[in-house]
């Protein structure tokens, strides 16, 4: 018995600390070792470049008023705009502030027409459109010196198996810590040592995984996102079973040895009550036929 419950024993043990969700498994910038893989030193960031169905947000400023209204929806301020397309009416007004890069990669500005902004990063389309609208506009009397700003306003990134939705980067260079911080972090109970990144870049999709715990995942090709980027995360075995905490696993191992050995008690009063029975049984037959000879 003893040795049944010494092997019942060290089995719930190596279960319920395999299943336990410890620190080292949920926290980050942790040193390379043996379990967190250490990455070389590929970091590299290239500004976004201008893609078919990206929407781009145009503004020119201009001392003319005139030109203002006619290349700014109505006259509105960037703020004002800025405001409407964040708010809740951007529905309304996302075409109106916007233009679309259509399928032939160009946008269809007023008074230039069509565009070819494809591949472009936001700053280059700036430049382009200063210098068409320079070329329009410097023939005008009193013409003034104009500016352009470009934003591109539709990038998000996309997580899935848990905090699963649609987020938007909110900013030119977005790492992998604040995207999901933007998420709600991953809870205790999802893994963080094989994140995997679906990215698409120039028509061809890769799939990468990478330890998030890793603290050289900041020198890496992992730590800034792109836009597009789909991050799948899936849950830490053991997850069902909801062991988090040490002084679980103890409980939890107690409880499971004590009812174990409550049931084995029983059990075997149960066989040694059958094998006294029917043992006296035999033997009391055994001497009356002795007896009879």
């Avoid at 280059?124 to 609208?133: A, F, G, I, N, S």
Wanted: with cysteine; net charge neutral; charged share 20%.
């Amino acid at each position: 018995m003893v040795k049944l419950r010494n092997i019942l024993f060290f089995a719930i043990v190596s279960w319920a600390l395999s299943s336990c969700v410890t620190a080292r498994k949920v926290n980050y910038m942790q040193k390379p070792d043996k379990q967190i893989p250490s990455y070389t030193d590929t970091l590299s960031f290239e500004d976004y470049k201008v893609r078919i169905g990206d929407r781009l947000y145009i503004y020119v400023y201009s001392l003319d008023e005139k030109i203002m209204k006619m290349y700014n929806a109505g006259g509105s301020s960037s703020s004002q705009m800025r405001q409407q397309m964040t708010g809740g009416g951007m529905n309304s007004s996302y075409d109106l502030y916007t233009y679309l890069v259509d399928e032939e990669g160009t946008i269809d500005f007023p008074t230039i027409g069509k565009l070819y902004v494809q591949n472009l990063t936001s700053r280059q389309v700036k430049m382009l459109l200063e210098e068409e609208l320079s070329k329009l506009l410097q023939e005008i009397p009193g013409y003034s010196t104009i500016s352009v700003e470009v934003h591109i306003v539709n990038r998000s990134f996309s997580i899935i198996g848990a905090q699963s939705g649609r987020y938007p980067i909110t900013k030119e260079k977005m790492t992998i810590f604040e995207a999901l911080a933007l998420a709600g972090d991953l809870g205790e109970f999802n893994s963080r040592k094989e994140v995997k990144l679906v990215r698409e870049r120039n028509g061809v999709t890769t799939i990468k995984t990478f330890d998030a715990r890793s603290e050289d995942i900041v020198n890496s090709e992992y730590y800034y996102i792109e836009p597009n980027d789909i991050i799948y995360i899936r849950q830490i075995p053991g997850y069902s079973f909801g062991i988090n905490h040490v002084t679980t696993v103890i409980g939890v191992t107690a409880a499971t040895i004590s009812f174990g050995v409550f049931i084995y008690t029983i059990v075997q009063t149960g066989i040694n009550h059958v094998k006294k029975h029917y043992g006296s049984g035999s033997n009391s037959g055994s001497s009356s036929n002795t007896g009879g000879k």
